[in-house]
């Protein structure tokens, strides 16, 4: 089944010790986004990618990069944890082929960080 | 930002009943969809609703939208214990319908 997949689904990290999570997608969707979630919160989107596009969001903090090193893969790194970074991060995509109005998205099952 | 606030924050009901939730939000979108989480996990699309629409259908599921009152709502009939979820609605804005801003989401508890 076609679906989006998110490596590792749980991730403990040390404060300041750069960190990856994968995403990866066989939908072949064009667009990829990363949120973040904390508890009992909203997600928040951080950036996504419109094909090879980068878009980060104004109040996405310095600390959050991404690569897209192809239309399946998705990167989200993390490069100084901080304790207020613990939370659930989703990866999700959606297809805006084709033009219309509204693009439901799919998520992955999530990694939940853990910063000590 | 643009945002949906939702109503109630939470909600407890007996299986068999019928689960409202509401969802208001401060500018024109292009459309507002509706996203089920449970516990832990990611999130699922339930139903998308367009600005030109005012009522959709999906299963036990049905979705009205005021765009005059910039107001939303989402009705489980017959619910389950299997209902039990976060839920969460979501606006897509004019100029970029791809994005979405999501809502803070209501917690709705099915008791058997």
């Known amino acids: 089944d076609a679906m989006v997949i998110q490596n590792p689904r749980y991730q403990v990290t040390q404060f300041g010790k750069p960190v990856t999570l994968s995403c990866s997608q066989t939908l072949n969707h064009n667009v990829m986004y990363w949120y973040q979630q904390k508890s009992s919160q909203a997600p928040k989107l951080l950036f996504h990618y419109y094909d090879k596009d980068f878009n980060n969001e104004a109040d996405t903090p310095d600390n959050f990069q991404s690569r897209r090193p192809n239309t399946s893969f998705c990167f989200l790194d993390i490069r100084s944890p901080g304790l207020g970074d613990a939370a659930m991060y989703l990866c999700?995509?959606?297809?805006?082929?084709?033009?219309?109005?509204?693009?439901?998205?799919?998520f992955g099952p999530g990694t939940r960080l853990t910063v000590t | 930002s643009q945002q949906g606030e939702e109503d109630p924050q939470a909600l407890s009901i007996q299986e068999g009943e019928n689960a409202t939730m509401n969802c208001s939000y401060k500018t024109s979108i292009n459309n507002l969809q509706w996203y089920r989480q449970n516990s832990g996990r990611g999130l699922v699309h339930l139903i998308l609703i367009r600005s030109n629409e005012r009522e959709k259908h999906s299963g036990r599921l049905r979705v009205t939208l005021d765009t005059s009152k910039k107001s939303s709502s989402l009705l489980i009939t017959a619910s389950r214990a299997a209902d039990t979820a976060s839920y969460f609605c979501?606006?897509?804005?004019?100029?970029?319908?791809?994005?979405?801003?999501f809502g803070s989401g209501t917690r709705l508890l099915v008791r058997p």
């Open positions: 979501a606006t897509g804005r004019m100029d970029s319908s791809y994005k979405l801003i």
């Open positions: 999700a995509t959606s297809s805006d082929v084709g033009g219309g109005s509204g693009y439901e998205q799919y």
